[in-house]
């Protein structure tokens, strides 16, 4: 019966409306936590974790939407409009967040402000390109007649070139960073292309298939928390330990006040 | 069938949707960065950057009330009432915002008081008057029975008078700024005047159309919000760059404990 394959099962629905739900709690009480800590922190460090509490703000909004607009098209058995969930949301979250996560690792270095600034003017139109040319694939649009194949290789270009940015150019400047810095940069960088990995691994799973298939849906959703979660919320929070600690290193008095060792 | 004709289809519905609801975070979280992020310009520039946040704020109220409305008048197969979609709220948002605006440019410029104060009473009053003139025109009132485009060139002269206040008054006190100031001014009025450049192209393109258009709804309602989030978000966070700046250039102190170079 075509209107039951359209359906998710009592399980099925949950485990995607907890997720969700996890989401939105993760993204909510992270913002209020960054907004508020981020007065422990050395004034030229603040930046970085305003903009990480603007990240994980933005995911509370497009959450809360998510949550809603998945109750609206799976809830109740008659629920045969799974067209009516809305996958924009995702797109319209990663359209603002993603170039202002690659904000948040340039901000959080203190580099000098012309090196800053020609990092974000490469990171962040490069961002923005890798999201819009996602898109179509993603939404199977039919625009200019391409397969979503096609739409998945243009996205990867400017993904490829942020990994260049951010493992060559950016390590460049990592050398005159602290032991612990360092070691804090480079877990987020591989955390960074962990989570942004499950993206393509799921435009791939998901490129070629016709129709609903409940068991897609569900993986997609819990993939996508999941790799939201630990690329804002933990991302965010790896930031503001790195300004934590280049705050104790600039300012000896800084350090005896929030720190005993 | 003439009901049908009021119809959009799904991608025509989401792709509207999603717009507003980007407009809606972008307005948002644009507001909560500007205000918790006045703290990091000096006092002098604090009223610009709020102004900024302020303007922000008017605009996600709009773009909230827009979204619903939007829902409304299209969501579901039988919605033929697509004259229930209220194009007054961008009018009244604009009312509110485009004054502000030109306020926000005035006061990050940290005039002498009587020059600000000439410059904000020929400039706010200009901008009501040129919101005011078009929106008879673009809702098609019956007023005085005057025809669109006689409102759409009432309203173009206090536009032609902004711009010359912009370029050629507040380019006198240009001289007086550093070299980065008066790059990012001059960065500010083109925006200006790219994102404002939407809306007379707009009223004229749907000036002479009679009833309901598909295409044309989902072109201007794509149109308005990214010029408006450009001609807000963005330009406010330009304005804070600005305000940044110049708190630097002011307060060697201050440039220490923010920046490093």
Known sequence: MNTLSSLLDNNQFN??????????????????FLFVARERV???YRMAVMVSGTVTAIAAYHYFRMFDSFNHAFA?????NSDAYNVGYRYVDWLLTVPLLLVEIVAVLGLAR??????????????????????PGDAKLDIFDLA???WGALSTIPFLYILYVLFVELGKSLSRQSAPVQKKIKQLR????????????TFILAMNSTGFNADEVVA?????????ILAKCLFGLIIFSIARIKSAEDDKEFAKSEFRD
């Open 15 to 32: 485990l995607v409306y907890n997720m969700l739900s996890l989401g939105i709690a993760s993204m909510l009480f992270t913002t209020v």
């Open 42 to 44: 050395a004034p030229r």
């Open 76 to 80: 109740g058995l008659e629920g045969n």
């Open 114 to 135: 012309a090196i800053q600034a020609s990092l974000l003017n490469r990171l962040v139109p490069a961002a923005a390109a890798m999201i819009l040319l996602g898109y």
């Open 148 to 150: 979503p194949s096609i």
């Open 190 to 201: 591989l955390l960074l292309l962990a989570t942004w990995g499950v993206y393509p691994i």
């Open 220 to 228: 997609r959703e819990i993939g996508y928390s999941i790799a939201d």
